[in-house]
């Protein structure tokens, strides 16, 4: 009888093992969000416009609670962003795709400017030109996300993208173009392991002065087809 007790015991023990070994996993875990950064204005005189407005989200590894810091929060690998548009009246998709964001600190696929005495020259160097898709975020840091942008006194916005950098027009690339009106964004972001989901307005029948994204309503969610933030 003594033997089958100290089974049971030993199993028991190893369960409860089992059960703290994966609750701390579960804690460690990346806990990616998104929020909206400030709108950026920008103004210029050698670029394809004069001034312009981009608007940015920020996605966020939050890191452990007070009464967890003995524990470290894992890295969220590999992050990599996704923006779809969606009509704001029925939540049909505006492009029937998504876009493939750019990480706002990522550096801009432009030509190096040198200097040889009275004359600039242009040196293309190709690792510019490569997009950066994936961005490891770490825990407590965040990363800005460029969704959208408006130029100069033009109704139309466009979403933003490596691609805008050589589309023709410049910077206003055609196939992200996006006229006046109000519109749902679905802020997606792909890492090791988890994905979360978000949604946004996206505000563009204003004055540049006033485009912005807002928070999204949950009837915005239905709209779309979802139910929930996913994580």
Not at 61 to 88: D, E, P, Q
Not at 131 to 145: A, F, N, R, S
Not at 147 to 171: L, M, Q
Not at 194 to 218: C, H, K, Q, S, W
Request: glycine share 6%; proline share 6%.
């Amino acid at each position: 009888m003594n033997w089958i007790i100290s089974v049971v015991g030993a199993l028991i023990s190893a369960a409860i093992a089992s059960m703290f070994v994966m609750w701390i996993e579960n804690w460690r875990k990346p806990r990616v969000t998104l929020n909206m950064d400030s709108p950026i204005d920008k103004s210029y005189t050698d670029r394809p416009a004069q001034k312009a407005r981009f608007l940015r989200l920020n996605v966020c590894n939050i890191k452990m609670s007070r009464f967890l810091s003995w524990m470290s929060r894992s890295a969220a690998i590999r992050c990599n962003g996704l923006i779809t548009f969606y009509h704001l009246n029925d939540g049909q998709n505006l492009f029937g795709r998504s876009m493939q964001t750019k990480w706002g600190r990522a550096q801009e696929p432009l030509p190096m400017i040198a200097q040889i005495g009275q004359h600039q020259i242009q040196i293309l160097d190709p690792q510019r030109l490569l997009p950066v898709t994936y961005m490891d975020i770490y825990p407590g840091e965040e990363e800005p996300l460029d969704v959208a942008v408006k130029f100069d006194d033009e109704d139309n916005c466009y979403g933003w993208s490596y691609d805008s950098y050589f589309s023709k027009p410049p910077w206003r690339n055609p196939d992200w173009m996006i006229n006046i009106g109000r519109y749902i964004i679905k802020a997606e972001i792909i890492y090791s392991g988890g994905r979360y989901v978000y949604i946004f307005r996206l505000i563009n029948d204003v004055p540049m002065n006033a485009f912005r994204l807002e928070n999204a309503t949950p009837e915005d969610y239905k709209k779309i087809g979802l139910k929930s933030v996913k994580n």
